[in-house]
């Protein structure tokens, strides 16, 4: 379960600087490449634990309309979703097979899942902005998603948009896309987010105010003792 105190911290990181902290760590397949916020999601910054899901290229015996009520269907994973989870689908980027529609986003946005993100599309798509569930993915199309993929499990490790993907990792995603922050790492990538963001946030005030980039960003000695001193006093 994802720490509350953590999860506060991390509405306040963005995803840039969430990929900054992590690089320094030595990690750097996080950034889900793919997925794009829809209108649902704009302008907003979401976090939750991963709940995943995952598809694997259509097979004409198994992709089938009647799947769709087998144990091992997106029906039932959407049953299984813990509220403020985020759903992470592994729909290798399949362009042309729409993961899911208005039906199971809304029954998603019911039960209380935080978000969906997913490196392949949804169909639908005005029924999907009207349950207000917010989407990241990597377009639209009408087919189902029979006609290109097959759903075999969930909460399982996968791969989405190039990262691995573990159920209980978290993820942030805003305007610049999904991130993975490995469940072990989410403490601290919370503390040093937090300070990295004020860091910037000094240092925009001191470029309005004209100072020269060199030894700024990043800062050198002095710059980062002048914005100690600056800290401090606040």
Same mark, same amino acid.
């Given at each position: 379960?994802? *720490?509350?105190?953590?999860?506060?911290?991390?509405?306040q990181?963005?995803?840039?600087?969430? =990929?900054?902290?992590?690089?320094?760590?030595?990690?750097?397949?996080?950034?889900?490449?793919?997925?794009?916020?829809?209108?649902?999601?704009?302008?907003?910054r979401?976090?939750?634990?991963?709940?995943?899901?995952?598809?694997?290229?259509? @097979?004409? !015996?198994?992709? =089938?309309?009647?799947?769709?009520?087998?144990?091992?269907s997106?029906?039932?994973?959407?049953e299984?979703?813990?509220e403020?989870?985020i759903?992470?689908? /592994?729909?290798?980027?399949?362009? /042309?097979?729409?993961?899911?529609?208005?039906?199971? #986003?809304? @029954?998603?946005?019911?039960?209380?899942?935080?978000?969906m993100?997913? /490196?392949?599309?949804?169909? *639908?798509?005005?029924?999907?902005?009207?349950?207000g569930?917010?989407?990241? #993915?990597?377009?639209?199309a009408?087919?189902?998603?029979?006609?290109?993929?097959?759903?075999?499990?969930?909460?399982?490790?996968?791969? #989405?948009?190039g990262?691995?993907?573990?159920?209980d !990792?978290?993820?942030?995603?805003? *305007?610049d896309?999904?991130?993975?922050?490995?469940?072990?790492m989410?403490a601290?990538?919370?503390?040093?987010?937090?300070?990295?963001?004020?860091?910037?946030?000094w240092?925009?005030?001191?470029?309005?105010?004209?100072?020269?980039?060199?030894?700024?960003?990043?800062?050198?000695?002095?710059?980062?003792?002048?914005?100690?001193a600056t800290?401090?006093?606040?």
């Amino acid at each position: 379960m994802l *720490d509350p105190a953590h999860a506060a911290a991390l509405k306040q990181i963005s995803t840039a600087t969430i =990929t900054l902290v992590l690089l320094k760590k030595g990690i750097r397949q996080i950034w889900m490449k793919g997925p794009k916020p829809l209108a649902t999601a704009a302008g907003k910054r979401l976090v939750g634990p991963a709940f995943t899901l995952r598809f694997v290229p259509a @097979r004409e !015996d198994l992709s =089938t309309p009647e799947s769709w009520s087998s144990p091992t269907s997106t029906r039932a994973a959407i049953e299984a979703m813990p509220e403020g989870a985020i759903a992470v689908i /592994d729909a290798m980027g399949v362009q /042309d097979a729409g993961v899911f529609g208005d039906i199971l #986003c809304g @029954r998603m946005a019911k039960r209380g899942v935080t978000a969906m993100v997913t /490196d392949g599309v949804v169909r *639908d798509v005005a029924g999907v902005l009207a349950t207000g569930l917010p989407v990241w #993915c990597s377009g639209v199309a009408a087919p189902a998603s029979v006609a290109s993929l097959t759903f075999v499990n969930w909460q399982e490790p996968i791969g #989405c948009g190039g990262v691995a993907v573990y159920p209980d !990792d978290v993820i942030v995603a805003d *305007d610049d896309g999904a991130v993975l922050i490995p469940a072990a790492m989410v403490a601290e990538v919370a503390k040093l987010g937090l300070e990295q963001e004020k860091l910037e946030a000094w240092i925009m005030r001191e470029v309005e105010k004209g100072v020269p980039l060199p030894g700024l960003y990043p800062p050198n000695a002095e710059t980062r003792a002048r914005y100690e001193a600056t800290r401090d006093k606040t």
